[in-house]
């Protein structure tokens, strides 16, 4: 599996003006968060402190992943990578430099 790191903002254009609204709205999001920090869909989650936006990390597939962001679509919008461990990283790096030895 892989991990991924997503970056997630609010899509300004559909957040409500009226504060109770909007209210309800972030109420059902952190909701849906929290059941899917239970399940273990995701690893990790938080918010800026200025409300605008956050990241997520969860360790899947792409296929599985590109379903579970779907329910946010359009009222968030992600950047979502790819992300290694400091572990893979040194064994990558260990073998680049094995390699470059031959």
């Not at 991924?4 to 849906?32: A, H």
Request: charged share 25%.
């Amino acid at each position: 599996m892989t991990m991924f790191y997503m970056r997630w903002e609010l899509n300004p254009m559909l957040v409500s003006p009226d504060p109770e609204e909007r209210g309800k709205l972030w109420i059902t999001m952190l909701e849906m968060v929290k059941a899917e920090l239970k399940s273990g869909a995701l690893t990790d989650w938080g918010m800026c402190s200025d409300s605008s936006g956050g990241y997520a990390l969860a360790e899947t597939d792409e296929q599985s992943l590109h379903v579970m962001i779907q329910e946010w679509i359009p009222y968030v919008i992600f950047d979502i990578k790819p992300v290694l461990t400091a572990d893979q990283c040194i064994a990558d790096i260990q073998q680049a430099a094995a390699e470059a030895k031959k």
